[in-house]
């Protein structure tokens, strides 16, 4: 799977929007991307996934940039509760040897503050 | 319903225990998933599970030995760990990874594992 770099931490004022980027500039076209997220001692919860459009869930938007070496996962109104290690993860969903498989690298830090 | 539940939530084991982790899910999942979180790291793969059969097994050793007696149920057995093991063991499931279509993987809340 690609390999991804995202800052390690980012602040954000609460009941503004947070942008989270991630860069993934050897992804395949039949790489996803991924993202979840990690609360405290908690198991990671998936939050939003693409290929190449633009999609919006009740949780967030991620947006892809046209040539797909990059992604930005926009959380509209963070709360407090919204303050977790947020993972992006490029995973290929047809064939190769890492079929099936989740690899995380080491997430951004998004710390949510009133 | 996309929950996964782990039992127990913690567990403290000696280094001569034999102990074993449990995952359930009830999604109608056909593949399940067994990861390993250190402190302060990413969660890490130890094994993937499709159709009941060991698809993926992450050079683990053998002191870990997973188990799927049915479409719903995943087992991490436990024997001679190390402190080093000491860990969050995650589990996980997701519908089967049908070429070209994408499986979300969905997390349960995890196993806090102390050896001592």
């Known amino acids: 799977d690609a390999k991804t770099t995202q800052p390690t931490s980012m602040d954000c004022a609460e009941g503004r929007a947070a942008n989270l980027p991630c860069n993934h500039s050897t992804i395949s076209g039949n790489e996803y991307v991924y993202w979840y997220r990690q609360i405290h001692s908690q198991g990671p919860q998936y939050i939003i996934h693409?290929?190449?459009n633009n999609e919006t869930n009740e949780m967030a938007s991620l947006i892809i940039t046209e040539d797909r070496k990059s992604s930005t996962l926009i959380l509209p109104h963070a709360t407090l509760r919204d303050t977790a290690v947020y993972y992006c993860i490029v995973r290929v969903v047809a064939g190769g040897t890492s079929y099936g498989k989740l690899t995380f690298g080491q997430g951004t830090i998004l710390t949510v503050h009133p | 319903d996309t929950e996964v539940t782990q039992t127990p939530k913690h567990l403290v084991m000696g280094m001569t225990n034999k102990k074993s982790l449990k995952c359930e899910q009830h999604m109608g999942h056909r593949a399940m998933y067994w990861y390993k979180q250190k402190a302060k790291k990413p969660p890490e793969l130890m094994f993937v599970?499709?159709?009941?059969?060991?698809?993926i097994n992450e050079s683990v050793p053998s002191r870990f030995s997973p188990e799927c007696p049915n479409s719903s149920l995943l087992n991490l057995h436990l024997h001679a760990l190390q402190p080093e093991d000491s860990a969050l063991y995650l589990c996980?499931?997701?519908?089967?990874?049908?070429?070209?279509?994408?499986?979300?993987?969905?997390f349960g809340p995890g196993t806090r594992l102390t050896v001592l």
């Open positions: 693409g290929l190449k």
């Open positions: 996980a499931s997701s519908q089967d990874w049908r070429e070209g279509s994408p499986d979300t993987q969905y």
């Open positions: 599970y499709s159709y009941e059969k060991l698809s």
